[in-house]
């Protein structure tokens, strides 16, 4: 059978449906919850959760640490590679020795999408509960951009809702539009590009909540814009799109 070409307006239009793609920082933990305590481990990979990639180049970020009974402790230098489909990807090794949940952090440096003519800096973060405390989940890390949880972030089942309000400065940001996606392996097929990147807005009071329908972990991205522009490579002052992430896990009720 012959092969058969795509209309040169069909692969502009797939070009850019290509281009278009959300991409979130992942910052996913081995668990989510720790009932002893102990060792955890963080993969930092710069991707498009739902489609397995592509995964883009990630510098080494500005700065990874955690927040735990109120201390905050900078854990940038226990970072180690660990490569991607040959894109730069990153790890973290932590102990939680004390009861209390940690809030795990990313401040990436900026990545230059040519296709959409922006640099992009997505604030990620994650909760892992040490000893299952219960307690200090709803912990601030201070990014610029960040997602204060409503809803406990951790020992979630499939079909709870997870409920935040998008801040900017410390302030709820009205409005505030947030990007939705399921990390995939494979095992969910999107009948149409519509079901990969769900869309809600926040209300008046940066608030959203979002159900979350299937086991696994689910990233949340407030899109914001950067107060100041930046230099493109070509030297034109572009914008700055700064996300505020957050991952959420939901396990199966009777299994993982």
């Known amino acids: 059978m012959p092969t058969r070409l795509m209309p040169l307006s069909a692969l ?3 070009l850019g449906a290509t281009a278009a793609q959300a991409h979130f920082q992942e910052i996913i933990p081995s668990e989510d919850v720790l009932p002893e305590g102990g060792a955890v481990s963080l993969d930092l990979l710069f991707t498009h959760p ?6 883009m180049e990630m510098a080494r970020p500005a700065e990874v640490g955690m927040v735990q ?13 660990a490569p991607v489909d040959g894109k730069s990807a990153w790890r973290l090794e932590a102990d939680l020795a004390e009861p209390g949940a ?5 401040v990436p440096q900026p990545y230059w999408e040519p296709a959409e003519q922006k640099f992009i800096r997505h604030f990620a973060k ?3 509960d040490s000893y299952a405390s219960g307690e200090g989940w709803d912990a601030l890390v201070g990014l610029p951009v960040e997602i204060a949880p409503l809803t406990r972030p951790t020992g979630l089942w499939a079909g709870n809702a997870f409920a935040g309000v998008v801040l900017k400065g410390g302030k709820p940001v009205p409005g505030a539009e947030i990007e939705v996606e399921f990390i995939n ?3 969910v097929t999107a009948p149409n590009e519509a ?5 809600i807005k926040a209300d008046a009071g940066g608030t959203f909540s979002y159900t979350m329908p299937r086991a696994g972990w689910w990233g949340f991205a407030a899109l914001t814009e950067g107060d100041a522009p930046m230099t ?5 002052a572009v914008p700055v799109e700064e996300g505020a992430l957050i991952w959420v896990k939901a396990t199966a009720m009777g299994g993982n």
């Open 12 to 14: 502009i239009l797939a």
């Open 102 to 106: 940690a809030v795990f952090y990313v």
């Open 195 to 199: 079901f990969i990147t769900q869309v």
């Open 69 to 81: 009974n109120g201390a905050k402790t900078d854990l940038t230098d226990r970072l180690t590679p």
């Open 50 to 55: 739902f489609e397995g990639g592509p995964v």
């Open 126 to 128: 994650v909760v892992v």
């Open 185 to 187: 392996d494979g095992s």
């Open 232 to 236: 493109s490579p070509e030297g034109r």
